[in-house]
């Protein structure tokens, strides 16, 4: 192939409301964007936080604007009109439930990030939702040419709950921001309030990212340290109640949680900067970009024993396993926050680790995965040796479901549907 790879991206997950998936899809369509590539990105208006115009007026971009809800009927009628519209090498699907099923001959890449729900279902047991959850997700494999996941602990999630095998090249892990980096410098943030000292955490408002145990630490830690405060950072899902807010009621610690949903990403550095030591509990993930993004910016990393969590931290944070109680949180704390050169080292330890993961290395590899799949690579996607019957397990309870990208309108006609919007 001559001239630029041509790829239509379903890049409608740049909303606030696919929280890590957007950030993903943006910060490696940022990069992908200036490689030898022709980039058709379907887009929707409600872009949030995420500032894409300067993205979508690139010279190797065509946007194309489209308010039909990601994971709906309606979706599939608009992917098939644009491959007939563009004529792609390749599609690019960053959140796998979007995949068409019908494409012709044009190949699709789609990305599995994590088996969250599936992991809830094998716990509490399945419901309406994780079964249409698991019933797309099944389709989308056999609808893809190739299927990529950020992690090898999500690798191997996809081969216990649907039983095939990913090559090691479909794992694409995710980048942190060069301007992590140089976020040390930085001053306080002006215009909201905050302790003197405080443990950040940064992650949306849901049980699965465990908060409840960093509000029981920092009771714990009162005492001792009078001082310091806890910034939970996350937007809150509106379907669950506010447990983390009963908590903090109930032991008494108000004075000393802060709590914000929607800081602009200018401010989230800042809270970086001047953070204490970064907390990261959760009970699973697919990769854990917070963990990245605080080791770059210089944190000392306090973070939980989930499979992706620690293969992102790479030996570059204290791990603490995620069900532990309290107490054992607040101890790796308070060894942090009282030990400087125990705090030095972890902090030179994450740098190191997060300077190896770059959004230019996801995007040239990423890139490479289009381009032998544009060339009739399938990526050997097949049977693997496991519990095939797991993938009729498989599936989640709505305890997550925005993480899935699946809209509060749930299932109905026929499919997972986001609500009626119209668009292109």
Same mark, same amino acid.
């Given at each position: 192939?001559?001239?630029?790879?041509?790829?239509?991206?379903?890049?409608?997950?740049?909303?606030?409301?696919?929280?890590?998936?957007?950030?993903?899809?943006?910060?490696?369509?940022? @990069?992908?964007?200036?490689?030898?590539?022709?980039?058709?990105?379907?887009?929707?208006?409600?872009?949030?936080?995420?500032?894409?115009?300067?993205?979508?007026?690139?010279?190797?971009?065509?946007?194309?604007?489209?308010?039909?809800?990601?994971?709906?009927?309606?979706? /599939?009628?608009?992917?098939?009109?644009?491959?007939?519209?563009?004529?792609?090498?390749?599609?690019?699907?960053?959140?796998?439930?979007?995949?068409?099923?019908?494409?012709?001959?044009?190949?699709?890449?789609?990305?599995?990030?994590?088996?969250?729900? @599936?992991? @809830?279902?094998?716990?509490?047991?399945?419901?309406?939702?994780?079964?249409?959850?698991?019933?797309?997700?099944?389709?989308?494999?056999?609808? $893809?040419?190739?299927?990529?996941?950020?992690?090898?602990?999500?690798?191997? &999630?996809?081969?216990?709950?649907?039983?095939?095998?990913?090559?090691?090249? $479909?794992?694409?892990?995710?980048?942190?921001?060069?301007?992590?980096?140089?976020?040390?410098? +930085?001053? +306080?943030?002006?215009?909201?309030?905050?302790?003197?000292?405080?443990?950040?955490?940064?992650?949306?408002?849901?049980?699965?990212?465990?908060?409840?145990?960093?509000?029981?630490?920092?009771?714990?830690?009162?005492?001792?340290?009078?001082?310091?405060?806890?910034?939970?950072?996350?937007? /809150? &899902?509106?379907?669950?109640?506010?447990?983390? %807010?009963?908590?903090?009621?109930?032991?008494?610690?108000?004075?000393?949680?802060?709590?914000?949903?929607?800081?602009?990403? @200018?401010?989230?550095?800042?809270?970086?900067?001047?953070? $204490?030591?970064?907390?990261?509990?959760?009970?699973?993930?697919?990769?854990?970009?917070?963990?990245?993004?605080?080791?770059?910016?210089?944190?000392?990393?306090? $973070?939980? &024993?989930?499979?992706?969590?620690?293969?992102?931290?790479?030996?570059?944070?204290?791990?603490?396993?995620?069900?532990?109680?309290?107490?054992?949180?607040?101890?790796?704390?308070? +060894?942090?926050?009282?030990?400087?050169?125990?705090?030095?080292?972890?902090?030179?330890?994450?740098?190191?680790?997060?300077?190896?993961?770059?959004?230019?290395?996801?995007?040239?590899?990423?890139?490479?995965?289009?381009?032998?799949?544009?060339?009739?690579?399938?990526?050997?996607?097949?049977?693997?040796?496991? &519990?095939?019957?797991?993938?009729? +397990?498989?599936?989640?309870?709505?305890?997550?479901?925005?993480?899935? %990208?699946?809209?509060?309108?749930?299932?109905?006609?026929?499919?997972?549907?986001?609500?009626? /919007?119209?668009?292109?």
């Amino acid at each position: 192939m001559t001239g630029p790879l041509r790829i239509l991206v379903d890049g409608r997950v740049m909303q606030d409301r696919y929280h890590g998936i957007g950030r993903y899809t943006f910060e490696l369509l940022s @990069e992908l964007s200036r490689r030898h590539v022709d980039l058709t990105i379907l887009h929707s208006p409600d872009q949030g936080r995420l500032d894409t115009g300067e993205l979508m007026a690139r010279p190797t971009v065509r946007a194309v604007a489209s308010s039909v809800p990601v994971a709906s009927v309606r979706s /599939q009628w608009l992917l098939f009109r644009a491959m007939l519209a563009f004529r792609p090498d390749v599609v690019f699907i960053p959140y796998h439930l979007s995949t068409p099923l019908l494409h012709g001959r044009v190949p699709v890449v789609s990305v599995i990030h994590d088996c969250i729900f @599936e992991r @809830e279902a094998a716990v509490h047991g399945r419901s309406a939702f994780s079964v249409a959850y698991a019933t797309a997700t099944r389709l989308a494999i056999r609808s $893809a040419a190739a299927l990529a996941t950020p992690s090898e602990a999500s690798r191997q &999630d996809i081969r216990r709950f649907y039983g095939i095998e990913l090559p090691a090249a $479909a794992i694409l892990p995710h980048g942190v921001s060069q301007r992590y980096f140089s976020a040390a410098s +930085r001053p +306080r943030p002006a215009g909201i309030d905050l302790p003197g000292r405080y443990i950040l955490h940064v992650g949306v408002q849901r049980p699965h990212k465990n908060q409840r145990v960093l509000v029981e630490a920092l009771a714990a830690l009162r005492s001792d340290l009078p001082d310091l405060g806890l910034v939970l950072v996350g937007q /809150q &899902d509106p379907r669950f109640p506010d447990e983390t %807010g009963k908590l903090v009621t109930a032991l008494g610690v108000s004075d000393r949680v802060w709590r914000y949903t929607d800081l602009d990403d @200018e401010t989230l550095l800042d809270l970086y900067a001047n953070a $204490a030591v970064f907390a990261y509990p959760s009970l699973v993930e697919g990769f854990g970009m917070p963990v990245l993004e605080a080791m770059a910016a210089g944190l000392a990393v306090v $973070a939980s &024993d989930a499979e992706a969590v620690q293969e992102v931290a790479g030996g570059g944070a204290l791990i603490v396993p995620a069900r532990a109680p309290a107490r054992d949180w607040a101890q790796a704390l308070a +060894r942090v926050l009282s030990d400087p050169q125990f705090g030095r080292d972890l902090r030179e330890r994450g740098r190191a680790v997060a300077a190896t993961h770059t959004w230019s290395q996801s995007a040239e590899r990423t890139l490479a995965m289009l381009a032998s799949t544009a060339g009739g690579d399938t990526f050997a996607v097949g049977p693997a040796g496991g &519990d095939r019957a797991a993938s009729d +397990r498989a599936g989640g309870d709505r305890a997550a479901s925005d993480r899935a %990208g699946v809209g509060a309108g749930g299932v109905r006609g026929g499919g997972i549907t986001g609500g009626d /919007q119209k668009g292109w």
